[in-house]
């Protein structure tokens, strides 16, 4: 625990930092003709209002920006559900080779043999890996995946005359973006319960079966749950979703406690979304463009988004000559770069090593569980998969210490917080994803954080309830960015530079906890 008690220095703008007439480029001296533009098109001239500074300067600028972000490669990030594992830098360095990195999009199929190599590479491992007959890559992110496996279920409805089935059924531990899928395809969503297990409710998905039969178009299950538990009765329910003629989605973002110890293919499902930024390495980004690719079984394949990537005797080819395709999801052949960085991990570390590296997840997983349970208990008595869901009930009833004040505390002791509040149905929660990538003395510095602070909760509440004080800001207002998003630069209440309409602050309202100056001015 290094400084809690003194605040970093208040980083300027970049535009506090112009000074007029310094610059920090060297343009080269003009060899054409000056064209006086506006006396052909008028006046084009508007100021630009950029910041002038010098070279050094904007340098520093960035470096020390960059140096108060905080990121998988400065530390810890159990952030659970999201799978921050190290990329490695040969993906990186694969991704830029001039040959993938340069292609155009239009070029003709012929001439990328390589590229094609890549594509068909990576959809034949995952194959393998996933059990399912048919991968496409063009889906930009796990929602994305979702959405298209979705859309090729309606797609197989309506082509056996069943269009009308319209309900989307999801257990209430699903990630949200299960039901936002649903919805997006124009589904109705029916939510069914877990059991005290941490399970699927039987009894209650074979209520809503009974009842709404034969408008059930699928079940989405996550599998391991977001409770970082492995549903044990997949078959079971894949056979009464099956039995009112429903599809069964596998949402697959947890894939890395799996690969290369059981397929969700053999499981019953029908098909299945993958994370390449989760599970294969790949940076992750808000909500693509990536690659959430999909897997299916072989009759959901005619429906297949185009092009399809497919063998044909040697050569790998493009094929469009899909009559019953539900069309494209993206662009082209998706986030090509992404695919190399997935065919580059996949392969550097093979059958072999990948499994190694799903049951390294797992073992980090119980270790934090084990170390941390007499503090913070898990929500169930388990082993877990590849992360742990731990509840903080007791402090909220005792002291008045919440999950997001052990979260906020951990920021002081130097590590990102792990996912709050989600799953929604276990109190107080806090879900905890280390990833196989972390060593033992990481994971033990973290358990002793957290163990440390939950102490603290218990001889000096309001240590956690101020927390983070180490930062540049304190505690946000989470949600005033979205009700009043800001973006504009000012000087002395002028606008400089315009992003958006002008609004009115109410008295007192603002970003709670934020330096003075970047609350607007004109509030
Ligand atoms: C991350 C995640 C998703 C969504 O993936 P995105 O790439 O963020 O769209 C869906 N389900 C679960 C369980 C996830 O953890």
């Not at 020390?64 to 999201?82: A, D, K």
């Not at 594992?85 to 990195?101: I, L, Q, W």
């Not at 290369?260 to 994370?275: E, I, K, Q, S, V």
């Not at 402090?395 to 997001?404: E, I, N, P, S, T």
Request: net charge negative.
């Amino acid at each position: 625990m290094k400084d809690i008690q003194k605040r970093m220095p208040e980083p300027e703008l970049i535009f506090d930092k112009s000074r007029p007439g310094r610059i920090g480029c060297n343009v080269p001296v003009c060899e054409t003709p000056e064209v006086d533009l506006a006396a052909t098109v008028g006046e084009t001239r508007t100021e630009l209002h950029l910041p002038e500074i010098g070279e050094l300067d904007v340098m520093r600028h960035f470096v020390n920006l960059s140096h108060i972000n905080y990121g998988i490669e400065t530390g810890f990030y159990p952030l659970g559900s999201c799978t921050m594992k190290y990329n490695p830098r040969v993906n990186e360095m694969t991704a830029a080779m001039p040959g993938f990195a340069k292609l155009h999009p239009m070029q003709p199929v012929e001439t990328i043999p390589g590229a094609m190599d890549i594509l068909m590479g990576v959809q034949e491992m995952l194959v393998e890996i996933t059990g399912f007959s048919e991968i496409t890559l063009q889906p930009l992110a796990g929602a994305h995946g979702e959405m298209t496996c979705l859309m090729l279920i309606k797609a197989y409805h309506t082509s056996r005359g069943e269009g009308e089935r319209n309900l989307v059924v999801i257990p209430n531990t699903a990630h949200g973006t299960n039901p936002a899928s649903a919805a997006r395809c124009g589904y109705d969503v029916v939510s069914i319960g877990t059991n005290e297990d941490g399970n699927t409710d039987l009894d209650d998905l074979q209520k809503v079966l009974d009842k709404h039969g034969p408008q059930i178009a699928a079940l989405m299950l996550t599998n391991p749950s977001t409770l970082g538990l492995f549903e044990p009765n997949i078959e079971r329910i894949c056979e009464l979703v099956h039995g009112v003629g429903g599809q069964v989605f596998c949402d697959g973002a947890n894939m890395n406690a799996m690969v290369g110890t059981t397929r969700p293919g053999d499981h019953g499902f029908d098909c299945m979304h993958l994370n390449l930024h989760k599970t294969f390495s790949t940076p992750h980004g808000g909500g693509g463009p990536g690659c959430g690719a999909i897997g299916l079984k072989h009759h959901l394949e005619p429906f297949l988004p185009k092009p399809v990537i497919r063998r044909s005797g040697t050569a790998i080819v493009a094929d469009y000559d899909r009559p019953q395709s539900i069309g494209r999801v993206s662009a082209f052949y998706g986030q090509f770069l992404m695919e190399v960085r997935a065919y580059t991990y996949l392969r550097a570390f093979g059958k072999q090593y990948m499994s190694d590296i799903s049951r390294h997840a797992v073992l980090n997983a119980n270790y934090v569980r084990a170390r941390i349970k007499d503090v913070l208990p898990p929500a169930h008595e388990r082993p877990c998969m590849h992360e742990v869901v731990v509840t903080a009930e007791k402090y909220k009833k005792q002291h008045g210490v919440r999950a997001l004040d052990i979260s906020k505390r951990l920021i002081d002791y130097g590590f990102h917080p792990p996912t709050n509040y989600f799953p929604l149905i276990v109190p107080e929660c806090l879900m905890i994803e280390p990833t196989e990538t972390e060593s033992k003395e990481t994971l033990d510095s973290f358990c002793d954080a957290l163990i440390s602070i939950c102490r603290e909760s218990e001889v000096a509440p309001d240590l956690l309830h101020e927390a983070p004080t180490s930062q540049i800001v304190g505690r946000l207002d989470e949600t005033m960015a979205v009700k009043n998003l800001d973006v504009r630069w000012r000087t002395g209440g002028d606008v400089v530079i315009d992003g958006g309409p002008k609004r009115e602050f109410a008295k007192g309202e603002g970003l709670e906890g934020v330096r003075s100056d970047t609350v607007p001015r004109d509030s």
